[in-house]
């Protein structure tokens, strides 16, 4: 195992975590020029919008795989954890924006409407919600001033918003698909696995 | 025979092309400063839709869930040769080859508005015929009061039946007034070519005033009853599908509101329209007279 990890870690040590942000950041103009010239399709709003979507959950998986990676594997790669999450938060404004701008045509009554009266809204706009005091203290100073046990409680929040998100993911669909059952699956895992102790702690050697 | 219901949507009546795009800029603009939202009925849903978009965005669940799996997965369907059974109170029962059931009747085009529940809309040019011809055809018994029918389930080239994504075969039905109804048709081509398979070849219904579910695709069975036929969406989630669900935008649906829809091949900036009681086509208002549409939606 160390011999996978430990050249990793060293290269992760190495990487700056604005490469991520740019390696995230870049492909929303991108999707928004394919979207735009039709390389999604004949339903581009849609499309753009699951896209975003998708991506936000998927950076809320990766980042909550940072500990688990951490702590079962020795995989190193908490510097990134704060720019994964700054991220998702971006895709999911995105998201939400293209629900407000493309998708409804800024109908702010029928909008409204629907973030009571369909579940799956409701639960979306609660997520995004949740995010924003994530987002908005995601940086030293809010540490410092929070205390760090008090951060990391509320930073914790992001266990349920990423089920919630999962949640949304699969009322939107008509009938029950795989894909979203397997992001609450792997969602509920990497939760999961923060209340399993760790290998070493329980003896098991890992084998090179 | 043919030709009794006049067509108010047709290739001449369209806006020119500059004009209607003009048109959509500004109403983009005005709904963009909030000025009209949800009040303006934009005429540019009078243009039909392009074939690469009818046949490119489909629900069509035997052959998969997801948009473009129709046009990606039902290319290997046979469709000819085709049997329509034809049964229940009928005076000419029968398993017909589909030539032998249709091939005497008038095709015509009409372009319709297509309403999807999931509040998305295309406009149409059908070819095809009243279904009133064919059920003439076959003869309707006295006692007969709706119209069942039925999809093909071949599961050697329909994915989405060997994952049974839904219950197959997918069901449908009309009250025998609405089938008689001369908007209401069986379609067998789109802008003058062969229906596509994924867009429900060789034949199938089209209910312009109903949500598109009802307009069942690749027909198989058509039964005459005298009872309300089972419709898969409705035995699914009877509270989002009711029976008849006609286009009406006063009556909300648990999912989507259908206060307004997005037309296909707007692009990534078009605007919402509103959308109209019937999709549209009023004169069906008195099948459904002393009904309340929103108990029997």
Sequence with gaps: ?208 | MAYRWKNTLTQADVTPKHLWMNRRAVLAGLAGAGALGGTVHAQETLEPNTLEEIRSYNNFYEFGTGKSDPAANAGDMVTDPWEVTVDGLVDNPGTYALQDLIGDLTVEERIYRFRCVEAWAMVIPWNGFELADLLNKVGVKEGATHVAFETAVIPEVMPGVRRRVIDFPYVEGLRLDEAMHPLTMMATGIYGEPMANQNGAPMRLVVPWKYGFKSIKSIVRITLTDEQPPATWNIINPREYGFYSNVNPQVDHPRWSQASHRVIGGGLFSAREDTLMFNGYPEVASLYDGMDLTVDY
């Design chain 1, 1 to 208: 195992m160390t011999a996978i990890v430990d050249p990793i870690n060293r290269f992760a040590r190495k990487v700056p975590t604005w490469v991520v942000y740019i390696g995230y950041l870049l492909p929303i103009p991108f999707f928004f020029y394919l979207a735009a010239t039709g390389g999604m399709g004949v339903e581009p709003i849609n499309a753009l919008e699951r896209e975003m979507g998708e991506i936000a959950l998927q950076l809320l998986i990766i980042g909550l795989a940072i500990t688990p990676l951490r702590k079962h594997a020795g995989l190193n790669l908490l510097k990134f954890r704060r720019a994964i999450g700054v991220l998702a938060f971006v895709y999911v404004g995105v998201h939400l924006g293209i629900w407000v701008v493309l998708d409804m045509s800024l109908r702010w009554e029928q909008m409204w409407g629907d973030i009571w009266k369909r579940p799956y809204i409701t639960i979306g706009m609660i997520a995004f919600l949740a995010m924003i005091p994530l987002a908005a203290t995601s940086n030293n100073y809010s540490v410092r001033k929070m205390g760090a046990t008090a951060w990391r409680k509320m930073h914790k929040l992001v266990y349920p918003i990423a089920a919630l998100g999962a949640v949304h993911f699969i009322m939107v669909q008509k009938v029950w698909e795989a894909e979203p059952l397997i992001y609450l699956a792997v969602i509920l895992g990497l939760v999961g696995l923060r209340y399993i102790p760790s290998q070493k702690a329980t003896g098991v050697a890992s084998k090179g």
